[in-house]
């Protein structure tokens, strides 16, 4: 076996050089180019001179401008005695022909379709099986907000919820993610923008409670609310509208309706809150009598409100539905006191006139329409009377067209089987009106006054549709808010934004005809 010993290897050394280094001699030199010469020199142009010409005028030319024309004076009096009866003959007829009518100029470019143009949601809400419960334009119309809550089943009063805004004007618009997320901690119903100031917006709770937010504010943007008092409604508020006031010019006053049958109107103080000014309660024994209103409760039972709307021609006069199916005009002048016994820091009063034939089910929305015309009553020295029309739908799937002159619908449609939500009249066209049930429907009485010019699916499957809006500053925008927790904004074609020729005279007719 080889055996392994264990040897040294001869070491080398290398000679340290930094000592002879240090003493090596070392000189720095430098070089650079030669200097370069610079010279500055003026310059500017010659002097210059401006001057005119122009032609002489000619004296013909001067002779004839000053030279008075010569008329036949006798000659064009009788040439227009001769044709006058002729012309005036022609004019008379030209206005008192249809041949144009339906006929209107029109140098824009004509949208013939119905598109969708944005599908705004909010996850987080959409994960809560949350609803759109109401949408609202703001002032301008570039922003549209949306309240969630729920409407059919589940705990309502502890389930919080939300309010969301998105300006639509703005670039880079995400649909799923609101410029503006508000918490709130119980349902929001319903929901109203200022009309003339864009950051605020007001709502209502399902706790009975009325709030009013700034959307300018990211942080702690409530500024108003009622509270919990005696005066706060005790049932759902399902409307709230921002009022005139009165006394004070230039102010707001908020108006709130609940299914607790009283409609409040709430005046602001300087520490947030908002105190009751007046208000109104709905009791059975005070609504009007009729022969179709034999189901109501007798006595001093609530009647439950579901839906209000101010007229456009008299303030003072608006429309309720109410849970037990029919629809009622009612005056904020009313001076007969409430019979009704819950305490109120103000008196509550009476505020029904007119029953109108009821639905086969609650009334969820009401609709007074922008136009109208006066009628003369027949005592000479009474004021005229007001003919306006209102719109009402409710579970019963039918829309009715009614006149405030009489309590008899002039039309009634049949448009589903299926609780019919909201319905509103087209801020720009006297003939049009939007319902919801599980789409969007739009109607032009100018083509038919019993089925929809266009119907929109607006999501799938058998979803409701909650609440319509359409936009008044940008007309061609409908919102439209539905079970899925999904907003959808359509933009109208323009059959649908574009007034015709004599079209308030046709609707003045239709309820004149339905009326004879």
Avoid at 200 to 213: I, N, Q
Avoid at 255 to 276: C, F, M, P, Q
Avoid at 280 to 286: S, T, Y
Avoid at 360 to 383: E, I, K, M
């Amino acid at each position: 076996a080889a055996m392994f010993t264990d040897s040294s290897a001869p070491g080398a050394d290398v000679e340290p050089l930094w000592r002879s280094a240090r003493s090596a001699r070392c000189q720095a030199r430098s070089c650079q180019t030669r200097n370069i010469s610079t010279v500055e020199t003026a310059a500017q142009s010659h002097t210059s001179r401006d001057a005119s010409v122009q032609t002489e005028q000619s004296k013909d030319a001067l002779y004839d401008f000053q030279q008075e024309v010569q008329v036949d004076y006798a000659g064009l009096l009788a040439f227009l005695q001769r044709v006058e009866d002729t012309v005036i003959k022609e004019l008379k007829k030209n206005w008192e022909s249809r041949a144009f009518d339906g006929f209107a100029v029109n140098w824009t470019d004509q949208n013939e379709t119905v598109l969708c143009l944005h599908t705004l949601s909010y996850p987080a809400a959409q994960d809560q099986n949350l609803q759109v419960t109401s949408v609202s334009w703001n002032a301008t119309g570039s922003v549209v907000a949306c309240s969630y809550g729920r409407l059919d089943d589940g705990d309502w009063s502890t389930e919080k919820s939300y309010i969301c805004t998105w300006n639509l004007d703005r670039r880079g618009l995400n649909p799923k993610h609101p410029d503006l997320v508000v918490d709130v901690p119980s349902s929001v119903m319903c929901l109203a923008f200022h009309p003339s100031q864009p950051s605020l917006v007001a709502g209502g709770l399902f706790s009975g409670e009325l709030v009013v937010w700034d959307t300018s504010r990211t942080e702690d943007p409530v500024i108003l609310r009622t509270g919990m008092t005696d005066d706060t409604h005790t049932d759902p508020v399902y409307q709230v509208n921002w009022l005139p006031d009165a006394k004070h010019r230039n102010q707001t006053r908020l108006l709130s309706a609940s299914t607790d049958g009283k409609i409040l109107v709430w005046r602001e103080e300087r520490d947030g809150r908002l105190v009751l000014a007046e208000g109104f309660a709905l009791v059975a024994q005070q609504i009007p009598r009729s022969s179709w209103l034999k189901k109501v409760a007798c006595g001093e039972a609530a009647v439950g409100v579901t839906s209000l709307s101010f007229s456009h021609f008299d303030p003072r006069v608006f429309m309720v539905g109410v849970e037990g199916g029919y629809s009622l005009q009612c005056c904020t002048a009313a001076v007969t006191p409430a019979l009704h016994r819950t305490g109120s820091s103000v008196p509550l009063r009476a505020p029904a006139e007119l029953a109108f034939s009821p639905h086969g089910g609650p009334v969820y929305s009401v609709s007074c329409s922008p136009f109208h015309r006066q009628v003369l009553g027949t005592d000479p020295g009474a004021a005229p009377r007001a003919q306006n029309l209102f719109l009402s739908c409710g579970t019963d799937g039918e829309v009715h067209l009614h006149s405030m002159l009489q309590t008899q619908p002039l039309v009634s449609l049949q448009l589903s089987k299926k609780y019919l939500f909201c319905v509103r009249w087209s801020p720009v066209r006297p003939l049009v009106f939007a319902a919801a049930s599980g789409e969007v429907h739009l109607f032009d009485l100018a083509r038919s006054a019993q089925k929809p010019a266009v119907s929109m699916k607006q999501a799938a499957g058998e979803h409701p549709v909650y609440c319509l809006e359409f936009n008044t500053k940008q007309t061609q925008l409908l919102a439209a808010g539905d079970a899925t927790g999904a907003i959808k904004v359509w933009q109208l074609s323009s059959d649908f934004t574009e007034q015709r020729p004599r079209e308030v005279t046709h609707l003045e007719q239709l309820a004149s005809e339905s009326m004879d």
